[in-house]
């Protein structure tokens, strides 16, 4: 098993431009995860989906969107960079919510915006 | 509002030295605790969940309600114990974890 898989692991954008990050992930988990980690701030939410067909904002869901495609699946989506979207992002997946629920998380993808 | 503060960025300890890496939460019920860490080039993962009681790789962490803290505790450290560590908080209601901003620990001989 892969885990939780992330594309691409690097990529460089110009102010104004969009992409979407893709997650996917193959231990059958209800709940997947958007985090965002920068020096001294640690990770912060961006947006989670607790279950297929639905999706929630975290802490930082200002210029994001999201989209759970499948059971699998779950894209972020940037439809126009900023410069203080620069960081590493981190996808993650759990069985379901709650104490006894741990996440897993994926290699990251490293987003600079110039 | 819930909140997780890991008060030290970096703490630096001799190998065989006991470690404490500091974490304080705030949350109007009963949260669940964890700590997450994250060696180099490798991906982020737990360590250690306060409802499991248990103990790995050396570490402990006992939470600490009157004093809402969660402290993360090894009393000989290892070389490889060098890594990021983030303290993380689940509310009952079973919400995304929030973490903290984490505390690098670096460990040399």
């Known amino acids: 098993n892969a885990g939780v898989t992330q594309t691409p692991k690097f990529q460089v954008l110009k102010t104004g431009q969009s992409m979407t990050l893709q997650c996917a992930q193959d231990?059958?988990?209800?709940?997947m995860y958007w985090y965002r980690q920068d020096p001294g701030m640690g990770l912060r939410l961006i947006y989670y989906?607790?279950?297929?067909?639905?999706?929630d904002k975290g802490e930082v869901p200002n210029g994001y969107n999201v989209s759970r495609l499948n059971k699998r699946e779950f894209s972020l989506r940037l439809e126009s960079a900023a410069p203080s979207q620069t960081s590493v992002y981190f996808c993650?997946?759990?069985?379901?919510?709650?104490?006894?629920?741990?996440?897993?998380f994926g290699p990251g993808t490293r987003l600079t915006v110039l | 509002a819930q909140r997780v503060t890991q008060p030290e960025k970096l703490l630096s300890v001799f190998k065989g030295a006991p470690v404490e890496l500091k974490c304080n939460y705030s949350?109007?019920?009963?949260?669940?605790l964890f700590w997450y860490v994250q060696y180099s080039r490798q991906r982020l993962q737990l360590l250690l969940r306060?409802?499991s009681r248990e103990s790995i790789k050396g570490f402990t962490a006992d939470l600490n309600k009157g004093e809402t803290s969660f402290h993360l505790k090894k009393p000989f450290a290892q070389e490889e114990d060098s890594a990021m560590y983030y303290c993380?908080?689940?509310?009952?209601?079973?919400?995304?974890?929030?973490f903290g901003k984490g505390t690098t620990l670096s460990v040399s001989s």
């Open positions: 989906s607790a279950s297929e067909g639905t999706t």
């Open positions: 949350y109007s019920g009963s949260p669940e």
């Open positions: 231990m059958n988990h209800n709940s």
């Open positions: 306060h409802i």
């Open positions: 993380a908080l689940s509310g009952q209601a079973g919400t995304a974890l929030i």
């Open positions: 993650a997946s759990s069985l379901g919510q709650g104490p006894y629920n741990e996440q897993f």
